[in-house]
């Protein structure tokens, strides 16, 4: 997998995920197992999620955004606010 996505990869990213609703919401319960599990499987389904964490603490969500990139082989694309774009490309299966 491509270590970083150069800024031209990141600015279409960004441009595809500009209409997309969030998939998946992090409470006040943080990043569970289950959490991180749903969002592994949305990647699997569409390569390009929006996720919305709710907590006000700024480094507490830089730090959800780290691990989920790094628990996932995911790239954030952005972190504005309480919005993660988070991008990873699926695997092709062999038939």
Do not use: F, W
Not at 6 to 17: F, G, H, N, P, W
Not at 33 to 50: F, G, Y
Not at 52 to 70: K, N, P, S, V, Y
């Amino acid at each position: 997998m491509q270590q970083t996505l150069t800024s031209q990869e990141r600015q279409l990213l960004k441009q595809k995920a500009h209409h997309l609703n969030p998939v998946v919401m992090i409470g006040q319960n943080g990043l569970t197992p289950a959490v991180l599990h749903e969002i592994d499987t949305m990647l699997h389904a569409h390569e390009l999620i929006k996720i919305r964490i709710l907590g006000d603490d700024r480094e507490e969500r830089t730090q959800m955004a780290t691990e989920i990139t790094q628990a996932l082989s995911a790239h954030l694309v952005s972190h504005i606010g309480k919005l993660l774009i988070v991008y990873r490309k699926r695997k092709t299966e062999k038939k």
